[in-house]
């Protein structure tokens, strides 16, 4: 079965999308946009590679966002998960945080400044890593596809 790597972006009306437009049309990645947590963990359990990222917001109680970082960690291992925030926090703040993030499973964890092109390099190299790891093999630039029957040679 051939699938698209899928990159998964639950930021209601934001532009993560936006900033990763292009990397994903060059690669040729499937972009969802889920609206809630729940869609966003029902994409992320999509047989194909897949790369998760999460707007949060550290002045909110949003223990659904928190919980769907932990439930993607738990449940779906190879799922990369990038939390994103535009909250300028003090550094105590900003290094508990990204620890408590971590904690709960996200691979990266970004605060301001983040620069389009850094992030857009950041996404490309995790859905690399990610391609490789469910594959075993690097992904073909040429047609952006993955045979995920091959999955069981290298499993």
């Known amino acids: 079965?051939?699938?698209?790597p899928q990159l998964v972006i639950l930021?209601?009306?934001?532009?993560?999308a936006a900033l990763l437009a292009e990397p994903a049309g060059v690669h040729r990645w499937l972009v969802r946009r889920p609206r809630a947590a729940d869609a966003a963990l029902g994409y992320t359990r999509d047989a194909r590679p897949t790369v998760l990222l999460v707007r949060i917001d550290p002045a909110a109680d949003d223990a659904v966002t928190a919980g769907l970082i932990a439930d993607v960690h738990r449940m779906l291992p190879d799922v990369a998960v990038v939390a994103v925030s535009d909250?300028?926090?003090a550094d105590a703040d900003r290094a508990a945080w990204?620890?408590?993030l971590m904690d709960l499973g996200c691979r990266y964890v970004l605060f301001p400044p983040v620069a389009p092109p850094a992030l857009a390099e950041l996404v490309?190299?995790?859905m690399t890593a990610t391609v490789r790891r469910v594959t075993g093999k690097d992904p073909d630039p040429a047609?952006?596809?993955i045979d995920l029957a091959d999955e069981e040679l290298h499993g």
């Open 1 to 4: 079965m051939t699938r698209r």
């Open 11 to 16: 930021d209601p009306d934001g532009p993560l």
């Open 87 to 89: 909250a300028k926090l």
């Open 98 to 100: 990204t620890a408590v």
């Open 124 to 126: 490309t190299g995790l």
């Open 143 to 145: 047609d952006g596809l």
